[in-house]
């Protein structure tokens, strides 16, 4: 066990209107009697500001689900990280596999973003995983090690980020990998840090995602140097992210 405080956050990707501020607010009511977890929720950039003023004063931070590297400019259709602090993140989800799959995104992107968002002062959420081809070619721990190697500017070393493991394979299909398969790139992960970054790699938190629900996040979060977990379509329904966030507290 790492001993790290558990996060839990969640993102609602392209999902969310106007009538999902009331799920939010239950979420905050719920937290309330949660300690011993942080815990975060990642809306649609439509919903970011007024869901930035409904979380303000709660136990729940915002974040954004991913930022261009630029402050400001002409770059249409894009959020910057400090425009995610302006309106009161934390933290700012980068290099997620969707982005990396659809919009090309390749190592060297999401660094550069990550160092956007450690720029703005927020705290980037590093996402890495293998496809289901590349584990069943046996090169999980080659693909990830790479991943995390690319993707982690070296800014990061001196400041506060998180990593994300999150199996393309079991992203929104219902799949999970086993225990002992998290363990291994949980393992690889904090050695990688803690051999580039020294004693600072051991105060990173490390979440697993990919099909965390209520009925396994407890097992999830028990494995070895897993402190918390990037929630998906669970993170939708508020009872569900609740049930998750208690497993991690
Ligand atoms: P899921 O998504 O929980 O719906 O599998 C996880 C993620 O993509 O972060």
């Known amino acids: 066990m ?4 558990k996060l839990v956050a969640g993102n609602w ?10 799920e939010l607010k239950a979420m905050i009511e719920g937290a309330k009697t949660l300690s011993g977890v942080d815990l975060a929720i990642c809306p649609p950039a439509t919903l970011a500001a007024q869901a930035g003023w409904t979380l303000k004063d709660s136990t729940i931070a915002l974040g954004g689900q991913d930022c261009h590297a630029e402050k400001t400019g002409a770059f249409t259709g894009d959020v910057s990280a400090e425009m995610w602090a302006d309106i009161g993140a934390k933290y700012v989800i980068v290099g997620h596999s969707e982005r990396r799959a659809m919009h090309g995104e390749t190592d060297a992107v999401v660094s550069a973003k990550a160092s956007a968002v450690l720029r703005a002062g927020l ?5 890495v995983g293998e496809t289901l081809a590349e584990r069943d070619a046996d090169k999980t721990v080659e693909v990830v090690s790479s991943q995390l190697a690319g993707s982690v500017p070296e800014a990061a070393g001196k400041a506060s980020f998180v990593v994300a493991y ?8 219902g799949r999970t990998p086993t225990t ?3 363990a291994e790139v ?9 051999k580039r970054f020294g004693a600072h790699g051991r105060t990173i938190r490390l979440l697993y995602g990919g099909s965390v629900k209520p009925d396994n996040a407890r097992e999830l979060m028990s494995v070895p140097d897993v402190d918390g977990a990037l929630v998906g379509g669970a993170s ?3 009872a569900d992210f609740l049930a998750i966030a208690r497993a991690a507290a």
Do not use: D, Y
Request: with cysteine; net charge positive; glycine share 10%.
């Open 236 to 238: 939708l329904k508020s």
């Open 13 to 22: 990707k392209m999902n969310g209107f106007s009538a999902s501020l009331g």
């Open 166 to 173: 999150e199996p393309v394979w079991a992203i929104g299909t």
């Open 180 to 182: 002992a398969q998290v």
């Open 123 to 127: 705290t980037p959420i590093i996402c």
């Open 186 to 194: 949980h393992a690889m992960l904090r050695q990688a840090l803690e």
């Open 2 to 5: 790492s001993g790290l405080t």
